[in-house]
Every structure is written in structure tokens, then in C-alpha cells.
T-cell receptor, first 116, second 113 residues
Framework: AQKVTQAQTEISVVEKEDVTLDCVYETRDTTYYLFWYKQPPSGELVFLIR??????QNEISGRYSWNFQKSTSSFNFTITASQVVDSAVYFCALTPWNTGFQKLVFGTGTRLLVSP | DAGVIQSPRHEVTEMGQEVTLRCKPISGHDYLFWYRQTMMRGLELLIY????????DSGMPEDRFSAKMPNASFSTLKIQPSEPRDSAVYFC???????????FGPGTRLTVT
């Protein structure tokens, strides 16, 4: 079975703090893809990043960075110097080979509140 | 290129009425997905299409729900008759090929009274 766990239901930080959102996944497949999506208060889901299971290099995009560790089945997301505009619900998702990469398995999301 | 377009953005209807939600995927995308999001159940995949053909509708809650994709640029999700428990945000998403990311529309917030 496939599962994505985002244990942090809600995180509150003050602007300029760094924050890490945790994502732990379960799959028996060795080939899979992981994603992060952002859902701001306006409601739409915005794609942030895709990572395949064979690429464990960390990725940095501006203030965003992702740490993928197969050994711990984790794909954590860090926002450096957080801003109020980062306030949103963030979803981690998995698509494994045994579904033909057809379906996304979403975590329950982490609500990030950044206050000024 | 325009993103995924959904209409209406908000729908309020009375129990028993028919509701039709509409989606226009991103041009060139060959997969289309319908999701439902509620506080209790999170994001649920209802059905998805590949090249306009329904592939997996196992997430459709019951026979009151139906979805069609008559062509590559249009899909509908219909609920008939609607019930209060259908109140949710319904998202449409599209994707090009495998296993690329899905791009979501803005969603339709459905309220059934």
C-alpha cells in the first residue's frame, strides 16, 4: 500500500524564520515520484516540485529547498526566511510505479501560518 | 498558455437538484482528473481520463455522480440528485504524459442546502 504522512497539522512562525515541513512516505515500489503542492487561502493547488526516486540530490529554488532521503523515506520541504505570502496548506504527494504513475496519493497537508 | 479552467467557481443549490461542473484542461494535456476536497476526507480522486477515455472511476462515490469527456478540451462532472453531503470543493486537474505533475484548476465550491 502507498501512504503519505504529514505529521505536522499546523505550524506557526514569525516572518523571517526558517521552517521545515515534514513528509514521510510508504511504498514497496523502488520507482516512484514525489511532489509538493501549495494551496494558498485562495484555494487553488499550485505545483512546486517533482522528484523521482533515483534522484536524491537536494534541490533549491530561491527560498525553497527540498531534502529527499530514501533511507528514511522522507521528502522534507524547507522555507528559508519565511514570508507572510508563504502562508498556505502544503501537500506532499506520491505516485508509485505499481499504479502506472497514474494516481497521486496525497498527504493530509500541513497548514503554515506566517505572521508579520 | 492558460491554466486549467473550471466553471462555475461557486455553486449553491438545493438538495435534489442536478449540478454540472465544467472543466477545460490545458491544451495538449492527455490526462484529466476530477478530485473532491473536504475537511474530513482531504483530497479524493474521483475519476480520471486518458485521451478522453475514462480509465478509473473507482473513486466516484455513488451512481449519483457521473463524468464525461466528449473531447480533449472539455469535461463535465454531474451530480444528480445532489445531497448536502456532496458539499465540497471539486477540482479538475490535467497532465501531459507520465509521470508528470498534475496542474489543478481553481476549483468549484459546491454547497448543497
Amino acid at each position: 500500500a502507498q501512504k503519505v504522512t504529514q505529521a505536522q497539522t499546523e505550524i506557526s512562525v514569525v516572518e523571517k524564520e526558517d521552517v521545515t515541513l515534514d513528509c514521510v512516505y510508504e511504498t514497496r515500489d523502488t520507482t516512484y515520484y514525489l511532489f509538493w503542492y501549495k494551496q494558498p487561502p485562495s484555494g487553488e493547488l499550485v505545483f512546486l516540485i517533482r522528484r523521482n526516486s533515483f534522484d536524491e540530490q537536494n534541490e533549491i529554488s530561491g527560498r525553497y529547498s527540498w531534502n529527499f532521503q530514501k533511507s528514511t523515506s522522507s521528502f522534507n520541504f524547507t522555507i528559508t526566511a519565511s514570508q507572510v505570502v508563504d502562508s498556505a496548506v502544503y501537500f506532499c504527494a506520491l505516485t508509485p510505479w505499481n499504479t502506472g504513475f497514474q494516481k497521486l496519493v496525497f498527504g493530509t497537508g500541513t497548514r503554515l501560518l506566517v505572521s508579520p | 498558455d492558460a491554466g486549467v479552467i473550471q466553471s462555475p467557481r461557486h455553486e449553491v443549490t438545493e438538495m435534489g437538484q442536478e449540478v454540472t461542473l465544467r472543466c477545460k484542461p490545458i491544451s495538449g494535456h492527455d490526462y484529466l482528473f476530477w478530485y473532491r476536497q473536504t475537511m474530513m476526507r482531504g483530497l479524493e480522486l474521483l475519476i480520471y481520463f486518458n485521451n478522453n477515455v475514462p480509465i478509473d472511476d473507482s473513486g466516484m462515490p455513488e451512481d449519483r455522480f457521473s463524468a464525461k469527456m466528449p473531447n480533449a478540451s472539455f469535461s463535465t462532472l454531474k451530480i444528480q440528485p445532489s445531497e448536502p453531503r456532496d458539499s465540497a470543493v471539486y477540482f479538475c486537474a490535467s497532465r501531459q504524459g507520465l509521470p508528470y505533475e498534475q496542474y489543478f484548476g481553481p476549483g468549484t465550491r459546491l454547497t448543497v442546502t
